[in-house]
């Protein structure tokens, strides 16, 4: 008697009444339900394996699509960084081309004008020769004039040096002359002193006389 042998439909009717089973049904049910035990066991094992392995990938899916939505917006940024640069190098060309004709034309204005700054050029060399050969000979003349001021310097210097000479041997005569003269004052009030003591008018009148003109010509002396 194996398990289908079971009047199931009794036991569920009297389910806490005994019922007659079989032992080797038991046996097989136990042994079922062991295999049952292992299996669903190892199903959990598996389970809490994959469950991991879920949630590693969860977090990994999770960081991919961090990592994703990253690179999508970098590539989002470097999508318009390009059509940026795609529209200035755009613009650039348009200005190259712009410059270009500017250039063509620029060219012409500039040789036209590197040939006349040459005439230019050339014509400030020949007025700095002609100038350089009238300065040379202003100089030469300064030159000759220089000379002949220091000559004249040297004259005057020589001259100051006289006039200095004389001027000490004027101031000499002047000293002896103011002596002179100071002496025959001294002598005359002397002889004065006397005349007036002995009471010679003529005398005395004979002596201022000749007095005054030793004095005259004295001061009429030419001083050397």
């Known amino acids: 008697m194996n398990a289908t042998s079971i ?44 469950t991991r ?31 940026d640069k795609d529209a200035s190098i755009s613009e650039k060309n348009n200005t190259i081309s712009s410059l270009n004709g500017k250039n063509d034309g620029m060219k012409v204005m500039i040789e036209s004008t590197v040939n006349e700054k040459d005439k230019q050029i050339k014509t400030l060399i020949d007025e700095k020769n002609n100038m350089k050969v009238t300065l040379e000979g202003k100089i030469q003349g300064l030159e000759s004039d220089k000379s002949i001021l220091l000559e004249s310097e040297a004259k005057l210097k020589q001259s100051v040096a006289d006039l200095t000479s004389s001027c000490a041997t004027w101031k000499e005569a002047k000293e002896d002359i103011e002596k002179e003269r100071n002496d025959l004052a001294q002598n005359l009030k002397i002889l004065e002193d006397e005349m007036a003591a002995r009471d010679y008018d003529l005398f005395k009148k004979l002596l201022k006389e000749r007095a005054g003109r030793a004095a005259q010509t004295m001061a009429d002396k030419p001083l050397k």
């Open 7 to 50: 009047d199931w439909l009794k036991v569920e009717e009297k389910p806490d009444k005994d019922h007659k089973v079989p032992g080797r049904t038991l046996i097989d049910f136990r042994a079922k339900i062991t295999n049952q035990e292992k299996e669903i066991a190892t199903l959990k094992d598996e389970i809490a394996k994959l």
């Open 53 to 83: 392995v879920k949630n590693d990938l969860d977090a990994e899916l999770k960081k991919a699509n961090a990592t994703n939505r990253d690179l999508l917006d970098k590539v989002k940024g470097l999508e318009k960084t390009i059509q």
